[in-house]
């Protein structure tokens, strides 16, 4: 996971959340090679992924970036944690 300059590396999450966040990541990059994380965290018992793509990303594939990133957020609530 590839933090952005200035932002503290931390997963301020359920240790369990750990490998759903793990797989976001993998296809994040996947979409994007090169995006930034800003933030991980649970908010109100749910998963907040905060990330930056890069300027010269097409919009089509930053809006499925950020589809798949509140997928993933809308599912975090049956997560186990």
Known sequence: MRFAKGWIPELAVYEAWIPYI???????EALIPGYEVH???DK????RYYFEVPADTPEDVAAQA???AYRYESESYTWPT
């Open 22 to 28: 793990e797989k976001l990541d993998a296809e994040l």
């Open 39 to 41: 933030q991980v965290k």
């Open 44 to 47: 109100f018992g749910g998963l």
């Open 66 to 68: 950020r589809a798949l």
